[in-house]
């Protein structure tokens, strides 16, 4: 069987994940499951994804650009879904990349937004085509 089963990120401040994940993780239809000190597990679709600090950072920002992940892309339901998304993020602590070319900055039949938090974590959200 094929898919993930997580993925986990570590965060260097938990509380300022907190706020900005929590948001779009529930905003995009995650339910949180579990908490601990210092970390959290959101669920969706038979899968997880866990917010976590480590005694083992190296630095304290995320750089997309660097070996790893760039980013994590995510189901956004319809179009006005993501569109009411894009508009209130900033308010959230996540700022909009590529306003210029939004929706299509993927591409003409690609309709997604692109976002990046205060520790530099990218999130793409793709509306169902339509």
Known sequence: ???????ELWVADFDEARAEWGWL??????????????GQSWSAG??????TTSPNLTATVHDRRRPGVNHLA???GAPAEL????????????????QERYPH????????GWLENSAGFKA???ADAS
């Not at 069987?1 to 993925?7: D, L, P």
């Not at 993780?25 to 210092?38: A, I, M, N, Y």
């Not at 038979?46 to 917010?51: C, E, H, N, R, V």
């Open 25 to 38: 993780l529930s905003r995009l239809g995650f339910v949180l499951d579990t908490e601990w000190p210092g």
């Open 46 to 51: 038979g899968a997880y994804l866990t917010l």
């Open 105 to 112: 900055a993927g591409g003409e039949a690609h309709y997604a």
């Open 1 to 7: 069987m094929a898919g993930f089963h997580h993925i």
């Open 124 to 126: 793409e959200m793709v």
């Open 74 to 76: 995510f189901k956004a």
């Open 83 to 98: 569109d009411a998304l894009m508009t209130d993020a900033p308010a959230h602590g996540w700022s909009p990349l590529y």
